[in-house]
């Protein structure tokens, strides 16, 4: 006898789904998320108001990928209704870094004092909102959020000083 392995994922009134072949189009008042969900054996069911990510062998790749699916429709429902942000803090001792939002990146001005300015990748559909000693990160894209996030903090690396000592920077404080 084959077990299957399921779950189903509930919808909240307001959104609308759309799940054909291996395509997840989901539309909430703060936007629209899509995505690719491929994998052998695994299917994603549209059935009334609920998502279902079903998998017709039960194995642990299969539950795994069953779960990780489901964790992404998740997240994407939730970014379409509240979004994401990531609150950060520039943190220096003596030298005030500026920071600038260009086109698809953030300019990072005097950081350690250095003259020459760094530089991190603004990825589509993420906003910046910069303050003095503060940058909010926010989107309907976990994926896309998180990973701004990274490429900020991974600019203002310390590289070559003690961190102990040098600890100036741009860090993650909190998320929503």
Same mark, same amino acid.
């Given at each position: 006898?084959?077990?299957?392995?399921?779950?189903?994922?509930?919808?909240?009134?307001? %959104?609308?789904?759309? =799940? !054909?072949?291996?395509?997840?189009? &989901?539309?909430?008042?703060? *936007?629209?998320?899509?995505? +690719?969900?491929?994998?052998?054996?695994?299917?994603?069911?549209?059935?009334?108001?609920?998502?279902?990510?079903?998998?017709?062998?039960?194995?642990?790749?299969?539950?795994?990928?069953?779960?990780?699916?489901?964790?992404?429709?998740?997240?994407?429902?939730?970014?379409?209704?509240?979004?994401?942000?990531?609150?950060?803090?520039?943190?220096?001792?003596?030298?005030? %870094?500026?920071?600038? =939002? !260009?086109?698809?990146?953030?300019? &990072?001005?005097?950081?350690? *004092?250095?003259?020459?300015? +760094?530089?991190?990748?603004?990825?589509?559909?993420?906003?910046?909102?910069?303050?003095?000693?503060?940058?909010?990160?926010?989107?309907?894209?976990?994926?896309?959020?998180?990973?701004?996030?990274?490429?900020?903090?991974?600019?203002t690396k310390v590289r070559g000083f003690d961190i102990r000592v040098f600890q100036d920077g741009i860090y993650?404080?909190?998320?929503?």
């Open positions: 006898m084959v077990k299957e392995v399921s779950r189903r994922i509930e919808i909240p009134e307001g %959104i609308e789904v759309d =799940a !054909a072949n291996d395509y997840v189009t &989901i539309k909430g008042p703060r *936007g629209v998320l899509n995505r +690719r969900f491929n994998y052998p054996g695994v299917h994603i069911i549209w059935d009334n108001s609920e998502l279902v990510v079903t998998a017709r062998i039960d194995r642990k790749l299969q539950r795994a990928t069953v779960g990780t699916f489901a964790a992404h429709l998740t997240n994407m429902i939730k970014g379409v209704t509240e979004g994401f942000e990531y609150r950060m803090k520039v943190v220096y001792s003596h030298f005030p %870094i500026q920071l600038k =939002a !260009a086109q698809n990146e953030l300019v &990072i001005a005097n950081f350690l *004092g250095e003259r020459r300015s +760094r530089s991190a990748r603004i990825l589509d559909g993420v906003t910046l909102e910069l303050s003095k000693d503060e940058v909010l990160v926010k989107g309907i894209n976990k994926e896309s959020v998180g990973q701004t996030m990274a490429n900020i903090e991974q600019a993650l404080v909190e998320k929503n």
